[in-house]
């Protein structure tokens, strides 16, 4: 299963790629997201790895890590999401002061479901675009 959104947010990509990168912000902008905790040591980069607990489809503990992590350009983040194992890429082009934020989507289901996951794609593109309208309302509200 693969998809993308699109969505210009009225922000300076070094403000939005921070606050991305940020994994502990999730929660905030992902209604299905509980909680998110960075557990590896040092900073922010490739290799960094993350708790994280979803309340939706079910609770679940999930594991991501970061896999490619270009400052204010391009963050790629693998791991599970739901019943998937699969990565989000974020790609974002500076215009002026704003940032277009493209997300890119490659999920994986195990076994039988991924027989399923053809079915699910719509669904989940537009649960994965209304939290992105929800970050850009956040950052631009927000001014962070």
Request: proline fraction near 5%; charged fraction near 20%; hydrophobic fraction near 40%.
């Amino acid at each position: 299963m693969k998809f993308s959104n699109s969505i210009l947010i009225h922000r300076p990509t070094v403000n939005v790629f921070d606050y991305l990168a940020h994994l502990e912000n999730l929660p905030r902008w992902n209604y299905a997201i509980q909680e998110t905790r960075k557990i590896s040591q040092g900073p922010i980069g490739v290799g960094s790895v993350y708790q994280q607990f979803r309340t939706l489809p079910k609770p679940m503990e999930e594991k991501l890590t970061i896999k490619v992590y270009e400052s204010g350009h391009h963050l790629v983040v693998s791991g599970g999401f739901a019943y998937f194992q699969g990565e989000a890429s974020y790609t974002l082009d500076s215009f002026g002061d704003d940032t277009r934020l493209t997300n890119e989507i490659e999920l994986h289901a195990p076994g039988a479901l991924n027989a399923l996951a053809p079915l699910s794609t719509l669904g989940i593109k537009s649960a994965v675009a209304q939290n992105l309208t929800v970050l850009k309302e956040l950052l631009e509200r927000t001014g962070q």
